[in-house]
């Protein structure tokens, strides 16, 4: 049996995430500390059976227990404590395992799409529109998306970026996904130790370390996987109106 370590992030909009430290990109969300406890389970268990679906459960993942070990209320981008563990290059290993397999859920979801249905885009009414993303993204803007974001990701660790270049075509998802997997595999002994490094962005400063560069990475492929899957489900069940067709 394990007990997973979780840890909670109170956003200001007032969200609640808990993301599983022994499960990288297992994430839970709700509007209250209440409910993500509630969902806390459910998202282990889910996960669980994603590497279960692809043969690689862990020996003894269930019976599913968990604890909190930290609860904090970050401005922005964060790192756990437990983030400042080192990491084991068979544990990178093993994690790199998990970004395969989200990349080739994405590719399983999108490969065979046309097109038409790469660039589909459902009526603004349907989507909750941010500052961040004004505009409703097409499935093939949502996987240039991917792309990018597997190179941002692992950008703040060390100096592991120059060692193994971005690839040409920034939105080659499959070219992307190849570097991540060399710049994981490249990573130093400094680099793995737990050690935050200062990523300079648009946004101002954010911290990373390795375990959170790959809790970004998983849990980013496979929220994307299921929204394109959400959007493509709406084809036979309806698109939604989420938000009044008037927005003035």
Not at 39 to 60: C, F, Q, S, T
Not at 98 to 113: I, P, Q, R, S
Not at 190 to 203: M, N
């Amino acid at each position: 049996m394990t007990v997973y370590r979780v840890g909670i992030a109170r956003r200001p909009s007032g969200d609640v995430e808990a993301w599983c430290h022994e499960l990288p990109g297992c994430r839970a969300v709700a509007g209250s500390m209440e409910a993500v406890e509630a969902l806390i389970p459910v998202a282990i268990n889910e996960y669980l059976g994603w590497l279960d679906r692809h043969k690689a459960l862990p020996a003894g993942a269930y019976p599913v227990e968990y604890s909190i070990v930290e609860d904090i209320s970050p401005a922005g981008e964060w790192v756990f404590k437990a983030e400042h563990e080192p990491i084991s290059r068979d544990e990178v290993a093993l994690a790199s395992q998990y970004v395969t397999f989200a990349h080739e859920d994405l590719m399983l979801v999108t490969g065979v799409l046309t097109d038409t249905v790469l660039d589909w885009k459902p009526p603004a009414s349907a989507v909750k529109i941010d500052a961040i993303f004004p505009d409703v993204r097409s499935i093939r803007e949502m996987m240039q998306h991917v792309a990018t974001a597997l190179s941002f990701h692992i950008a703040g660790i060390g100096d592991v970026v120059t060692r193994v270049p971005s690839p040409a075509d920034r939105f080659n998802l499959q070219g992307a996904y190849e570097v991540t997997v060399k710049r994981l595999a490249a990573l130093t002994d400094e680099e793995r130790s737990g050690k935050a490094y200062v990523l300079k962005t648009a946004r101002g400063e954010t911290e990373w370390t390795a375990r959170k560069s790959l809790r970004r990475i998983i849990n980013h492929q496979r929220f994307h996987t299921k929204e394109i899957e959400q959007r493509l489900s709406w084809l036979l069940l309806g698109v939604p109106d989420v938000l009044p067709v008037a927005r003035e």
